[in-house]
């Protein structure tokens, strides 16, 4: 499928990129007729999110069809975020291109660049935890409320508008974020006994990260059991059948209007979830299960089948749906347009990926090591991803990696620096980080501290 389509926008992505174009088109980019945009965002969607990604329990049957055609970043990320909740950050990135740790640049946003591109453009959504302003710039700019809301009001847009001008279609709902909202016909499709337990899975985590008692972390009791995490991850894979119901929908849409295989289809999560990982339950550590770490699927014209281990930012759908749509990429992003891996032709962007959560976690990883720092408690883990995919080995006690430690430190540092993140890697005093949920206060900094007031409040 899309065959006839992968010239073309091999060719649109060859000009915008400057690369060679292979097929020997020289046609200008601007003459070709634009593919329509379909981005399908889902709140917490993790990296296994989808049977085609490799989890065999959950059935996700039509987003499972563009996994099987698309190509995969097995190792993409949202960078992080200043408050517990991700989502508002990630979906700022996206917006804007640029890290979330520094001012932002004056350049237009995806919302303004797309308009700008001659798209009909609608994001249907979940709203509070989006940037809303932004936001605003689609044309059409909704709430659906549910799964089911949101593909209606996309629907109705391509209805009316398909085949008038490229379409930019952004679907935003609140699936699988719990609590799940799935009609009820959909939770006797998983039984937690038929649910194996996560790899790393823990009754607690072992020492105190900075945020054990957030909300996320308090959505079952401790310690956890196989029975609690096994129903949430029920539940979780009831809500994630839902949506790919709902997004089939507008797949059908699509087709009936005959602008299926002309459209370039992104599927991504805001940000990870730990379901029972290291004793977790939140977004809100740095774990490869954890808050970061995403799914990203890119599929249709122009994109081939494949895979791969180039790291990559959840921020960087913005160039590269510019480059595979042939528009201009706004000066001042800090993503980085992932065409070229795509195309083949780069086996990478960048060669590590730094992640922050709050003051209290910074990580940086490379093709094969981790590592994470908890300045407030003056603690490092180190883990070889190689060998080592699901954290369950932290090696930094080892004296044999002294020095691995310290070139990832200094790695680290360095994106520090170049996102503009003051956040200090040691500090004076740093808290004892024995936990146990025996405690009942656990430590929280001063702002952590504010905010719960202001919840209680
Ligand atoms: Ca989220």
């Not at 959909?186 to 945020?211: C, Q, R, S, V």
Request: charged fraction near 20%; charge should be positive.
């Amino acid at each position: 499928m899309h065959r006839r389509h992968f010239t073309m926008v091999l060719a649109l992505a060859a000009g915008a990129l400057n690369l060679p174009a292979t097929a020997g088109s020289a046609a200008a980019p601007a003459a070709q007729p634009k593919p329509n945009v379909c981005l399908i965002l889902a709140d917490d969607l993790r990296p296994d999110g989808l049977h085609a990604l490799g989890n065999s329990v959950v059935k996700t049957p039509h987003l499972d069809k563009l996994v099987q055609q698309g190509f995969i970043f097995r190792c993409a990320y949202t960078q992080g975020s200043n408050v517990p909740a991700v989502c508002v950050p990630s979906r700022t990135m996206i917006q804007t291109g640029q890290s979330y740790l520094h001012a932002r640049r004056s350049a237009p946003t995806l919302a303004q660049t797309v308009k700008a591109a001659g798209f009909a453009s609608i994001r249907s959504g979940k709203f509070g935890n989006n940037p809303n302003e932004m936001d605003k710039d689609f044309d059409r700019h909704l709430d659906g409320q549910t799964a089911e809301g949101h593909a209606d009001n996309i629907i109705a847009f391509i209805q009316e508008n398909a085949g008038k001008k490229p379409l930019f279609l952004y679907m935003a709902p609140h699936e699988p974020h719990d609590p799940q909202y799935a009609p009820s016909r959909y939770y006797p499709m998983y039984k937690p006994e038929d649910i194996p337990l996560p790899a790393a899975f823990l009754p607690y985590h072992p020492f105190n990260n900075g945020e054990m008692m957030v909300r996320d972390e308090n959505t079952l009791p401790r310690p956890r059991t196989k029975e609690s995490v096994t129903g949430k991850l029920a539940r979780y894979y009831a809500s994630t059948s839902y949506l790919d119901d709902q997004v089939g929908r507008i797949f059908g849409a699509l087709k009936q209007a005959g602008q299926f295989d002309n459209t370039v289809f992104i599927v991504a999560g805001d940000n990870g979830l730990s379901l029972g990982e290291h004793g977790l339950l939140g977004k809100q550590n740095l774990y490869e299960f954890g808050g970061m770490h995403v799914p990203l699927v890119f599929a249709g014209p122009g994109i081939p089948k494949g895979e791969t281990a180039a790291l990559a930012y959840l921020m960087d759908i913005f160039p590269t749906i510019c480059d595979l749509t042939g528009t201009p990429i706004p000066a001042g992003l800090d993503a980085k347009s992932l065409a070229p891996v795509i195309a083949g032709k780069a086996s990478k962007v960048r060669a590590c990926v730094f992640t922050a959560y709050r003051h209290v976690q910074r990580a940086i990883r490379d093709d094969r090591w981790k590592l994470i720092r908890y300045p407030q408690i003056d603690k490092t883990q180190l883990f070889d991803l190689q060998n080592d995919p699901h954290e369950m080995n932290d090696l930094a006690g080892k004296a044999e990696f002294a020095d691995r430690i310290k070139e990832l430190t200094a790695l680290l540092e360095k994106s520090q620096k170049e996102y503009g993140d003051g956040c200090p890697l040691v500090v004076a005093n740093p808290r004892n980080g024995a936990w146990s949920p025996e405690v009942k206060e656990p430590w929280v900094g001063p702002k952590a501290k504010r905010e719960k007031q202001k919840k209680r409040s």
